[in-house]
């Protein structure tokens, strides 16, 4: 069994748990899998989800009713085109900013849960997204 994040097109994300990848893939071509919120069978998966901080939200991909998948890979593009990659060094470098240490820019990166809490604690707004097309870890 493998256990897949999943969100539907309302924004709710839940997990899902299948046989194995191609049972995820029939069930949710027959629309088998629903929202356990809303009930909606648009469901997508998101493979993995990354950190980013920006001064700018990203209000324009909130406006769009599109495929979410599709909306993933917007977003990746913008980032990987807007924002300096930090990889670990994520809620290192957000913290420098918080606290006027380095320039304010867009960075984007990982971060572990433990960092997570600690940005939210020293009150440092940042985004977590999905990223399309991660090779598949499951297996
Ligand atoms: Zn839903």
């Known amino acids: 069994m493998i256990a897949y994040d999943l969100q539907c097109i309302n924004g709710h994300s839940f997990e899902g748990w299948f046989e194995d990848r191609k049972a995820y893939d029939a069930q949710k071509k027959k629309a088998l899998i629903a929202c356990p ?31 979410l998948e599709n909306i993933g890979k917007k977003i990746a593009d913008f980032v990987e085109k807007n924002f300096d990659d930090v990889g670990s060094n994520f809620a ?48």
């Open 92 to 139: 290192k470098e957000a913290l420098k900013m918080h606290y006027g240490v380095t320039k304010t820019r867009n960075i984007r990166g990982v971060s572990t849960k433990e960092e997570e809490k600690t940005l939210t604690e020293e009150g440092v707004q940042f985004f977590k997204v999905p990223m399309p097309e991660v090779p598949d870890t499951d297996a």
């Open 37 to 67: 919120v809303c009930n909606s069978t648009s469901i997508a998966r998101i493979p993995s989800t990354f950190a980013i901080k920006s001064s700018n939200p990203l209000k324009e991909f909130s406006d769009h009713q599109e495929d």
